[in-house]
């Protein structure tokens, strides 16, 4: 019981930084293909070139979604801490 406990408890901690940086992750790998097309189209193989746009967009998307990220951790936290006692009975 202790092991499908923990394994349940991990899962939603991974589910959860899954949801919170999903966003994030997926606009940069976005960005970043369509960056690295417009650098093969044009021959133009510059690091830089890449950095600021990826940056600048990752930045506006977490500014946007940063009330969803926080409602969803704060879900979580509080579920953690609500549901702490139960989960220490079971682990004993």
Do not use: C, H, Y
Not at 1 to 29: C, D, F, H, R, W
């Amino acid at each position: 019981m202790n092991e499908l406990l923990i394994a349940q408890l991990g899962k939603e901690a991974l589910k959860t930084a899954l949801m919170v940086a999903g966003p994030a992750l997926i606009v940069s790998l976005v960005v970043g293909l369509m960056i690295s097309v417009f650098q093969v189209v044009t021959s133009l193989q510059d690091q830089t070139i890449a950095f600021v746009p990826k940056v600048i967009l990752v930045l506006l998307t977490v500014a946007i979604s940063f009330p969803w990220m926080v409602n969803v951790m704060v879900r979580f936290t509080t579920r953690m801490f609500t549901e702490f006692n139960v989960v220490v009975r079971q682990l004993n």
